[in-house]
């Protein structure tokens, strides 16, 4: 396996997104997330040949923003969280151990999205209109997204 598509878990609303076309000579560097009781918005920051480029903000525009800085080497191993009707917490953890949460505490379904051993998450792809109504990831070996 080379890359990977999984998902999306979450409600049936909203307009589709997919941060897929970043992801060729980039390298995920900041997960930026805005909530409140539940995910109103995602949105990626990559280093393109030491060029930061931002991906479209997923979502819609109420919540606060928190965001996971990746230092070099670093990289995003596993995202999960709960959701109903769209998603509602969203959690991301590292290869190093850093743990970000996100959102409310509802949901009467949970998803877990865990790259396998050499692999990392490079990307979300699911549908969105004032919040996230549903989310998946791309994956990819860990060398083929760190060598851009």
Not at 7 to 17: E, K, Q, T
């Amino acid at each position: 396996m080379s890359r990977a598509i999984f998902g999306p878990s979450g409600g049936v609303g909203g307009h589709p997104f997919d941060d897929e076309p970043y992801l060729e000579h980039a390298r995920l560097s900041e997960i930026r997330v805005w909530s409140g009781y539940a995910i109103n918005a995602v949105q990626l920051l990559f280093d393109i040949d030491g060029d930061a480029v931002e991906s479209r903000k997923h979502g819609g525009h109420s919540g606060s923003i928190g965001t996971l800085r990746l230092d070099d080497g670093e990289y995003l191993t596993e995202i999960y969280g709960r959701y109903g009707s769209y998603v509602e917490s969203l959690c991301l953890r590292t290869n190093r151990g850093q743990i970000r949460r996100f959102g409310g505490q509802g949901g009467s379904n949970e998803f877990v999205y865990l790259a396998p051993q050499g692999f990392q998450i490079t990307g979300f792809w699911g549908c969105a209109g004032e919040m996230i109504d549903s989310i998946g990831v791309h994956i990819a070996p860990v060398s083929v997204a760190s060598d851009h």
